[in-house]
């Protein structure tokens, strides 16, 4: 028998699956050939034969008793023992480890990736930049447009006039108009 059969065959997992029936008729073959000359698998096949008749008497004598709600139970022990599997300071670590990892995957690119992430990153925070300042302008610039419109309505209505509810009412339509003109200005913006 040569050598390679020889350790093919002296695999546990392999009478195993000999037992078990799960083996190909021309590699059945070969472990047969070899249970006739190895001691070792010899008892290591009635060692696996005398388990599995074990199981199976047992398995028939009794039944083990199931709960009704098992599978509940045992999806909630799961998750929940799932939750300390890990300590705060192995989370560090991990945390430390994976920022290590990044980092040197950063040293390691070449330059001309390296000088594209960067341009790339640039252009991203320009672009946030500019976002922030639009909205930034038109909050200040509807703010000034507010206040400029209630200082002229005040005077002419309050100090002229001596009537508020006039004030109010054109207050309110000025507030009207102001959003009616940013809602166009956006959508001509928009389109365009």
Same mark, same amino acid.
């Given at each position: 028998?040569?050598?390679?059969?020889?350790?093919? #065959?002296?695999?546990?997992?392999?009478?195993?699956?000999?037992?078990?029936?799960?083996?190909?008729?021309?590699?059945?073959?070969?472990?047969?050939?070899? @249970?006739?000359?190895?001691?070792?698998?010899?008892?290591?096949?009635?060692?696996?034969?005398?388990?599995?008749?074990?199981?199976?008497?047992?398995?028939?004598?009794?039944?083990?008793?199931?709960? #009704?709600?098992? #599978?509940?139970?045992?999806?909630?022990?799961?998750?929940?023992?799932?939750?300390?599997?890990?300590?705060?300071?192995?989370?560090?670590?991990?945390?430390?480890?994976?920022?290590?990892?990044?980092?040197?995957?950063?040293?390691?690119?070449?330059?001309?990736?390296?000088?594209?992430? /960067?341009?790339?990153?640039?252009?991203?925070?320009?672009?946030?930049?500019?976002?922030?300042?639009?909205?930034?302008?038109?909050?200040?610039?509807?703010?000034?447009?507010?206040?400029?419109?209630?200082?002229?309505?005040?005077?002419?209505?309050? /100090?002229? #006039?001596?009537?508020?509810?006039? %004030?109010?009412?054109?207050?309110?339509?000025?507030? %009207? @108009?102001?959003?009616?003109?940013?809602?166009?200005?956006?959508?001509?913006?928009?389109?365009?």
């Amino acid at each position: 028998m040569s050598v390679e059969t020889q350790q093919i #065959s002296c695999d546990e997992n392999l009478i195993a699956a000999y037992v078990d029936g799960e083996l190909e008729a021309a590699k059945r073959l070969v472990v047969d050939l070899h @249970l006739s000359d190895c001691d070792h698998c010899r008892e290591e096949l009635r060692v696996h034969r005398m388990f599995v008749c074990e199981l199976d008497s047992v398995l028939a004598q009794s039944e083990v008793p199931v709960p #009704s709600d098992f #599978s509940r139970h045992v999806a909630i022990r799961a998750t929940s023992d799932l939750r300390g599997i890990r300590s705060a300071s192995e989370n560090k670590k991990a945390l430390a480890f994976c920022i290590l990892l990044a980092l040197a995957a950063v040293a390691l690119l070449s330059d001309a990736s390296r000088l594209t992430a /960067v341009r790339s990153a640039r252009g991203f925070i320009r672009t946030i930049i500019g976002t922030v300042a639009l909205l930034l302008s038109a909050i200040y610039d509807m703010v000034a447009s507010v206040t400029v419109i209630s200082r002229v309505l005040s005077r002419k209505v309050i /100090v002229e #006039s001596n009537s508020l509810g006039l %004030l109010l009412g054109l207050f309110a339509l000025a507030i %009207l @108009l102001l959003s009616r003109m940013i809602v166009r200005y956006h959508r001509t913006g928009a389109t365009e």
